[in-house]
């Protein structure tokens, strides 16, 4: 899954320097560099993109934010010009620049249509491509998931890995 897209730029010195923004989780993994306080590029090692995912990427979704790592790689004009259909070669050894969350709010209707959903007999349950923590952060805003109370939080693969048939993968 990509969850992320790249935009080239042909610099005067021949250079080209891509910029890549997406999920962040997924960029991050991608990225060999850090930029450290002064903007110099440092190593970044697995251990790093960890820590930075628990304490970073985890910490603002559980705020109920999306977060877009966004990262870049500069391809000297000297090694020639990249197969650019070479996805996993070029989508690869970038420099973090950094994470930002983004907000975005809960429409104030939401929260008593969901209400009145409930007072009516209905289950209602949210589908999304979010972080699971953002996710149960919206939901719980929503009025979808109360503290307190049992729920169940599904990533995309786990929900179809327990709706299909493993014989014929159809939906059962």
Do not use: H
């Amino acid at each position: 899954v990509r969850k992320s897209m790249s935009t080239v730029i042909k610099e005067d010195s021949g250079d080209f320097l891509m910029f890549t923004k997406g999920a962040s989780e997924i960029v991050v993994r991608k990225c060999k560099w850090i930029l450290n306080t002064t903007g110099e590029a440092v190593p970044f090692s697995n251990a790093d993109q960890e820590s930075l995912t628990e304490n970073v990427i985890e910490t603002m979704a559980g705020d109920g934010l999306r977060t877009i790592g966004i990262a870049y790689k500069r391809f000297p004009a000297a090694e020639g010009e990249p197969n650019w259909d070479d996805e996993e070669s070029v989508i690869s050894d970038l420099t973090c620049i950094g994470i930002v969350g983004i907000e975005d709010p809960v429409r104030p209707e939401v929260p008593p249509a969901i209400k009145q959903c409930q007072s009516a007999g209905i289950t209602v349950r949210m589908v999304t491509g979010d972080n699971v923590n953002t996710a149960r952060s919206i939901a719980t805003k929503c009025g979808i998931l109360r503290p307190g109370e049992n729920f169940l939080v599904l990533e995309g693969t786990e929900f179809n890995r327990r709706i299909r048939d493993k014989a014929t993968g159809q939906v059962k």
